[in-house]
């Protein structure tokens, strides 16, 4: 299995631009997220799905959107970039949306925006 | 609302030493405490958890306790190594409406150990 995988690694955008943000998982988890991370704050959620069709926010989801068309895609849409998106960001999987499983992390986008 | 704190920031020690990360949760829920290592530019990755059940656990060099009731917990690690060099994220599982758990975290603590 690969695992969680995201593209691209690395983006430059500038400011008003858009751009989607992809995450694939091959485990058959139904539950995904986005985080982003930046210096001295941890991992902080965006946006979360519990399964193909649903999807919801987490403790900052302004200026982003998601969909989640399929259990193994969940990609996250920045609308309008801004300076303040500028972070590095990581989709999570784990199992389900219930219980206490391992949540594996994608290797991380790391964005920033002029 | 829910949150985690995590303490201290940034922690330097010398090889051989232990190391000790606190952590504590406002959730009196929270019933699953993992706690990821992240290496520089890399993804983070667990490296041990707890749940509720259970007031220690321990792997190799590595072990975490939790106090329920105080509602914090600590990761310990002995004999550290110049591998054991990393950012350091505790978690506690926070639930939505809905019924849905999620993690939510620690700022991190920059663990440094010195040949």
């Known amino acids: 299995n690969a695992g969680v995988t995201q593209t691209p690694k690395f983006q430059v955008l500038k400011t008003g631009q858009s751009m989607t943000l992809q995450c694939a998982q091959d485990m058959n988890h139904e539950y995904m997220s986005w985080y982003r991370q930046d210096p001295g704050m941890g991992l902080r959620l965006i946006h979360y799905s519990v399964g193909a069709g649903i999807t919801d926010q987490g403790e900052v989801p302004n200026g982003y959107n998601v969909s989640r068309s399929t259990t193994e895609d969940f990609p996250l849409r920045l609308l309008s970039a801004a300076p303040s998106q500028t972070s590095v960001y990581f989709c999570?999987?784990?199992?389900?949306?219930?219980?206490?499983?391992?949540?594996?992390f994608g290797p991380g986008t790391r964005l920033t925006v002029l | 609302g829910e949150n985690v704190e995590q303490h201290p920031s940034t922690l330097s020690v010398q090889e051989g030493d232990s190391a000790v990360i606190k952590c504590t949760y406002s959730?009196?829920?929270?019933?699953?405490f993992p706690w990821y290592k992240q290496e520089l530019g890399k993804r983070p990755q667990l490296i041990i958890d707890i749940r509720s059940n259970v007031g220690e656990k321990k792997d190799q060099r590595i072990a975490v306790t939790l106090n329920k009731t105080a509602k914090h917990f600590s990761l310990h690690i002995t004999e550290t190594q110049p591998e054991d060099s990393a950012v350091y994220f505790c978690a506690a599982q926070g639930s939505f409406s809905g019924g849905y758990n999620k993690l939510i975290f620690g700022a991190g603590t920059r663990l440094a150990v010195h040949p």
């Open positions: 959730d009196s829920a929270s019933n699953y």
């Open positions: 999570a999987s784990r199992i389900s949306g219930f219980g206490t499983d391992t949540q594996y």
